[in-house]
């Protein structure tokens, strides 16, 4: 009989099965109706939602919506293609010129999706004699960008200038252009790059340094503008990408930089040449959220309170948490059977959070993700931790029975 | 150099082998070890360490056996 073009996922398929005879699906969970930025109806139960990377909370904010609205109304529903060849419309360049003001820089891209603009900008930037020299905990769109370009990929372990150092000396004389890449804040543990010191390895062997400041951006720093900002290294960050999909609250990326040809990824970068380009509704709601961003510092602050008020909960709770805090808490589970039925204890008591296995996180780690946004009131995270409260005790009692 | 470099790979591998299955070159990274794409980083940043090469990503994810890792290993190590 002929091979089932599907046999090659039989490991993925048990895996999945097994993981549904233990309750709900995970990686499946249908919204029933979206009500706010922090709540919905999930299998007919009001669920708070701790796990959505809706950092600011923006997603019906009313001046988003509007402009949204009002877009769809003048331009339509969609560009029917790409810029080359469908043109850019006004929308796209001003867009692009918010970008690059908010980020004080004279260049910036917008992309139609985050994990475009991580292929587009790595592939682009990184030629046939070069090196990329990436971070072993970098996400899946940075592997995959890696994976379009022709240049040669290096790993160096997570968080490790002094290894990317060696990785770089080791380089020496071979090659044309090294680019480092790292995350500003990384989505799986909630941890954050030593930016700094990676800016003095890079200068010391003249790399380039992208920063994919997707989960940073709008959250870290004075101005929202990512880990860069807040640590004060902004000038020597040769790229920065970002995403609309988390605090800007939309599906899109973008990248900026200072380079004065950064504008030729425009004719070179595949990923950028052949997507249709981000919709006018998109366009509208993210230029009214970069707005609102500028307008509202408070959605920082609160966005901080909210998350030093789950993650010192949590941590009382004798929750074993992976990074200190950040928007994104981490819980790690011993094993990946009880992080499962953890994970299905507190979607059935009304809290979604995020299932997080071996094979999308580091070191073999079986997490229950959450990640807060400024949108949470206090109530709802003391509602989150009386429910994280209840399965302490459970995991609790499961323990002194085994 | 390049003729420990299959008895030293073998050696590391039996620390990402945690049931202590009977390995060899055939075994399957993937299938036989259970050492998912991230497990495989580390392994290959190991190896790197080790021997004080580079090896390329490019090539990782068409590595399927040990003996594909070794070839990969010893044909870097061979070049520098």
Not at chain 1, 117 to 127: D, F, P
Not at chain 1, 232 to 259: M, P, R, W
Not at chain 2, 69 to 78: E, F, S
């Amino acid at each position: 009989m002929a091979i089932d073009i599907f046999d090659k996922y039989a490991s993925i398929e048990d895996r999945h099965r097994a993981l549904l005879g233990i309750g709900g699906d995970p990686f499946g969970v249908k919204v029933d109706r979206i009500i706010s930025a922090t709540e919905a109806l999930i299998d007919g139960r009001h669920t708070i939602l701790v796990g959505t990377n809706n950092y600011l909370g923006l997603t019906f904010q009313p001046e988003c919506v509007a402009a949204a609205k009002a877009a769809l109304d003048t331009d339509g529903t969609g560009t029917t293609g790409s810029r080359i060849a469908n043109g850019t419309y006004d929308r796209h360049t001003s867009l692009e010129a918010a970008f690059a003001r908010f980020f004080n820089r004279q260049k910036a891209i917008v992309f139609t999706t985050g994990y475009q603009a991580n292929l587009a900008t790595i592939c682009g930037l990184a030629g046939p004699d070069d090196f990329i020299l990436a971070d072993a905990d970098s996400h899946a769109s940075i592997w995959d960008g890696t994976r379009l370009s022709p240049a040669e990929t290096v790993v160096f372990r997570h968080n490790d200038p002094e290894h990317l150092d060696r990785r770089l000396t080791r380089l020496e004389g071979k090659g044309q252009c090294k680019l480092v890449i790292v995350e500003g804040l990384y989505s799986m543990l909630g941890d954050t790059a030593p930016l700094a010191e990676f800016v003095e390895v890079k200068k010391k062997h003249g790399a380039w340094l992208m920063v994919d400041e997707a989960h940073s951006f709008g959250v870290y720093g004075a101005h929202g503008r990512g880990v860069a900002e807040a640590q004060g290294v902004e000038e020597d960050v040769d790229f920065i990408v970002g995403t609309f999909s988390k605090s800007l609250g939309a599906s899109g990326g973008f990248a900026v930089a200072n380079h004065p040809k950064f504008d030729l990824l425009r004719l070179a970068s595949r990923p950028y040449m052949f997507s249709a380009s981000p919709s006018p509704a998109t366009m509208a709601s993210v230029a009214e959220a970069l707005h609102q961003i500028e307008l509202r510092p408070e959605l920082r602050t609160r966005i901080w309170a909210n998350a030093e008020q789950l993650h010192s909960g949590l941590a009382a709770l004798g929750f074993h948490l992976s990074a200190p805090l950040s928007p994104i808490i981490a819980i790690r589970m011993p094993d990946e059977a009880t992080a499962v039925m953890a994970w299905n204890r507190l979607i059935e008591s009304g809290v979604y959070v995020n299932l997080a296995l071996p094979g999308g996180t580091p070191n073999g780690a079986c997490l229950l993700r959450c990640s807060v946004s400024a949108a949470h009131e206090p109530a709802q995270i003391a509602t989150v931790l009386g429910r994280f409260a209840a399965l302490a005790s459970e995991l609790d009692s499961r323990r002194q029975a085994a | 150099m390049v003729e420990n470099i299959e008895a030293e790979i073998m050696a590391l591998m039996q620390r990402y082998n945690p049931e202590g299955k009977p390995i060899g070159r055939t075994t399957e990274i993937g299938a036989d070890l259970n050492i998912d794409s991230v497990a495989a980083m580390d392994l290959i940043m190991e190896i790197e360490d080790k021997f004080d090469i580079d090896i390329p990503m490019n090539q990782v994810g068409e590595l399927r056996t040990i003996g594909d890792l070794i070839d990969l290993a010893a044909g870097v190590l061979q070049k520098t």
